[in-house]
C-alpha cells in the first residue's frame, strides 16, 4: 500500500467520522504548490547566472546566447495556456508530477548539450514543462480554500516569484565556485524529478480525496465569451506591462534619463522586488479581513500603481527615487495575488483554464513591452514619456476592474 493510498483511506474515514481535514492539511498542499512554482521560477532563472561561463562550451558569445532564454519563454508563454487547460482535466495533482519529472529530466540533459540547437530544443521544452505550476497551484488554493481565507493562501503562494529571484541570485553564483556550470543542472535536474515524485504522493486534488472530475474542452473554451473573466484577465495584462517593463527598462532608464550610476540603478529595482514579499501575503490578508472581496483592492492597486510610475517619470534626484522605490515596488505586485485569483474563480469548474490563460495573456505584455518602451524613449529621448507609457498599462487595467464583480457570498 503506498503513501497516496494512506493519505486518501485516512481522509475517507475522516469524512465518515464528520471530521473537516481542510484547515490541517491545505496548508500542506500550499506549500507543495509553493515550492513547484518556486522550482519552476529558480530553473528559468538559473541561465541568466551562468550563461557567462557557459559560453565557451557552446562556442557562441554571452550575446549570442540570449537566444537561450527567448527560446525558454516561447516554450512557457504556450505551456500557461495549454498546461492550465490539463489542470482541469486530469487534475493538478497530476499536472503537477506530469511536468516536474519531465522538467527534472530536460534539466539534466540540458547540463550534458554542448550544440546550439540542441540547447535551444531543450531551452523550449523546459519552458513548455515549468510553466505548469501556477495554473496547477492555483487550482489547487481554489480547491482547498474559501473566499474567506484564499487571499492569504495566494498572496503566500505568489511569493514564489519574488523569492525565486532573490534566493537563485543568491545560491548560483556560489555553487559555481565548488561545481561546473553542467554539475549544477545535473543536480537540479534531480531534485525537481524527486520533487515532482514527492507530488503525486502527497498532493490531492481536493479535500475531499476524491479526483476531479474531467472538465470538458468546451467548457474552459467558454473562458472567452465569459465577460467576468475576458476584464480580470485584461486587468492583468495592464499589470504585468507595468511590472515586468519597469523591471525590464527602469535600471536602463535610470542610467541614461538620470545618469544615475549602474550600481544605485541596480539598488533601486533590487528594493523594487524585495519589498514585493511583503506587499503581496499583505494584501491577501487585507481580502480575507474584508470578506474575500477582491475587486476594489485589486482596481485601488492598479492605479495607484499608474499614478506612482506617473510621479516617477517627473523625479529627477536620488532622495526622491529612493523615497518612491518602495512605494512604487509594493503596488507593482500586490494586485497579481487577488488578479490569479479572480481569474481562477471565473473559470468555475474550469479555474485552471481561467488562471493559465490569464497568465498567457500577461506574458504577452511582457514580451511586448520591452519592445514598445525601447522605441519610444529612443525616438523622444524622454524619462518621462518611457515611464507614462508605462503607467498607460495599469490605468487601464484598474479600468477594466470596473467592469468585473465579487463572488457572491454563497459562492464561497
Known amino acids: ?165 532573490v534566493a537563485t541570485n543568491f545560491v548560483v553564483p556560489r555553487l559555481l565556485t565548488i561545481m561546473s556550470w553542467s554539475s549544477i543542472y545535473h543536480v537540479s535536474g534531480i531534485a525537481i524529478s524527486i520533487f515532482g515524485v514527492l507530488c503525486y504522493l502527497v498532493v490531492r486534488d481536493n479535500p475531499g480525496g476524491v479526483a476531479n472530475k474531467p472538465i470538458g474542452w468546451s467548457d474552459a473554451l467558454h473562458l472567452v465569451a465569459n465577460k467576468q473573466w475576458l476584464f480580470v484577465a485584461l486587468a492583468g495584462f495592464g499589470g504585468v506591462w507595468g511590472t515586468w517593463g519597469f523591471a525590464i527598462w527602469a535600471s536602463a532608464l535610470m542610467t541614461r534619463g538620470l545618469h544615475f ?65 518602495p512605494l512604487l515596488g509594493l503596488a507593482a505586485f500586490m494586485y497579481s495575488p487577488l488578479q490569479n485569483a479572480m481569474a481562477a474563480e471565473a473559470g468555475g469548474k474550469a479555474s485552471g483554464s481561467g488562471a493559465g490563460l490569464s497568465a498567457a495573456i500577461g506574458s504577452i505584455g511582457t514580451a511586448i513591452v520591452p519592445m514598445v518602451i525601447g522605441v519610444a524613449y529612443q525616438a523622444t529621448q524622454s524619462f518621462e514619456v518611457a515611464f507614462a507609457i508605462l503607467a498607460a498599462g495599469p490605468f487601464l487595467g484598474g479600468l477594466c476592474m470596473l467592469a468585473v464583480h465579487d463572488l457572491k457570498p454563497e459562492s464561497r
Open 261 to 325: 550610476s549602474p550600481v544605485l540603478a541596480g539598488a533601486v529595482v533590487g528594493t523594487f522586488g524585495i519589498v514585493a514579499l511583503v506587499g503581496k501575503p499583505a494584501i491577501g490578508l487585507l481580502s480575507d479581513w474584508l470578506g474575500g472581496k477582491k475587486k476594489v483592492l485589486v482596481m485601488v492597486d492598479l492605479l495607484a500603481f499608474a499614478a506612482l510610475l506617473l510621479v516617477t517619470g517627473k523625479l529627477t534626484t536620488q532622495t526622491e527615487i529612493w523615497i518612491v522605490a
Open 1 to 165: 500500500m503506498n503513501s497516496q493510498t494512506v493519505v486518501t483511506d485516512t481522509l475517507a474515514l475522516s469524512a465518515r467520522a464528520g471530521v473537516d481535514d481542510r484547515p490541517a492539511y491545505r496548508w500542506v498542499i500550499l506549500l507543495m504548490a509553493w515550492a513547484g512554482f518556486l522550482i519552476s521560477m529558480a530553473v528559468r532563472l538559473i541561465w541568466t547566472n551562468i550563461s557567462g561561463i557557459a559560453a565557451p562550451s557552446f562556442g557562441l558569445s554571452v550575446a549570442e546566447l540570449g537566444a537561450f532564454v527567448t527560446a525558454f519563454y516561447a516554450g512557457y508563454v504556450i505551456s500557461q495556456a495549454l498546461t492550465g487547460l490539463m489542470s482541469d482535466y486530469i487534475g493538478p495533482r497530476l499536472m503537477l508530477t506530469l511536468a516536474l519529472i519531465p522538467l527534472g529530466v530536460f534539466t539534466f540533459v540540458f547540463g550534458n548539450t554542448t550544440t546550439m540547437t540542441g540547447a535551444v530544443v531543450l531551452q523550449i521544452l523546459m519552458g513548455l514543462t515549468a510553466g505548469a505550476d501556477l495554473a496547477a497551484g492555483i487550482k489547487l488554493i481554489i480547491s482547498w480554500f474559501t473566499l474567506h481565507d484564499r487571499g492569504r493562501a495566494m498572496g503566500l503562494f505568489m511569493t514564489a516569484t519574488s523569492l525565486g529571484v
